[in-house]
């Protein structure tokens, strides 16, 4: 249980467009997502927290316009790049929230998308 | 704030040796510790977790104990394998509802036959 799926897993586009990204929930109701950035050979960046039904609240230096983020259901939140520009490339990541893991705080993790941005 | 501290990488060792990789934390209250895995491509697996001091996270061969003394959560494996080389993030949660994970920066591991 508690599988968290992403799509897509890899993504290329040309600067300027935008790209949506997927994340479900597939086995378990998750009222709270989270959204990472991964930079090469760096740590996870937390970008934003998403709450179902609720507008997102985003870390310090992320630009909400830019990436923004849609929880409108209980097992998918949606993140879409706007107008993405080569230095958007990145590896994001999303993570869920787990009754289960409510407690101790555990995260279930989606397999990630790779951005690439021509 | 809250902090991971993990030991700079890369780490490269040999099939069959021992492995530690360090990590310390800075947290108010008693926050629950983790240990995460990236395989190449991949996204993030949960390794082991430990929620409370002195409790032992295992998995796969792997461990560590939650240290609140030292306020450390090493991971340790006797013998490693190829099939071992990721990238490991040790992280931790300080349990406020609806909190993300804070992981430290990752380190490399590489094992060579």
């Known amino acids: 249980g508690a599988v968290v799926s992403q799509h897509p897993s890899r993504v290329i586009c040309k600067s300027g467009t935008s790209v949506k990204i997927e994340c479900r929930s597939l086995d378990f109701q998750a009222t709270t997502m989270f959204w990472y950035r991964q930079f090469p050979k760096k740590s996870l960046m937390l970008m934003a927290t998403?709450?179902?039904?609720?507008?997102?609240?985003?870390e310090q230096g992320v630009e909400k316009d830019k990436f923004l983020i849609n929880h409108a259901s209980l097992t998918l939140s949606t993140l879409t790049v706007t107008s993405a520009h080569p230095e958007d490339s990145s590896f994001y990541i999303c993570?869920?929230?787990?009754?289960?893991?409510?407690?101790?705080?555990?995260?279930?993790f989606g397999e990630g998308s790779r951005l690439t941005v021509l | 704030g809250n902090s991971v501290t993990q030991m700079e990488g890369p780490v490269t060792l040999s099939e069959e040796a021992f492995l530690t990789i360090n990590c310390t934390y800075t947290?108010?209250?008693?926050?629950?510790l983790f240990w995460y895995v990236q395989y190449p491509g991949e996204g993030l697996q949960l390794l082991l977790k430990?929620?409370?001091?002195?409790d032992k996270g295992s998995n796969k061969g792997f461990e560590a104990t939650y240290r609140k003394e030292t306020t450390s959560f090493h991971l340790e494996k006797g013998s490693v394998q190829v099939s071992d080389s990721a990238v490991y993030f040790c992280a931790l949660s300080d349990h406020q509802a609806g909190t993300a994970l804070i992981f430290g920066k990752g380190t490399t591991l590489s094992v060579s036959s």
């Open positions: 998403s709450n179902e039904g609720s507008k997102a609240t985003y």
């Open positions: 993570s869920a929230l787990n009754a289960q893991g409510y407690n101790t705080g555990e995260l279930f």
């Open positions: 430990a929620t409370k001091a002195d």
């Open positions: 947290a108010t209250g008693y926050p629950s």
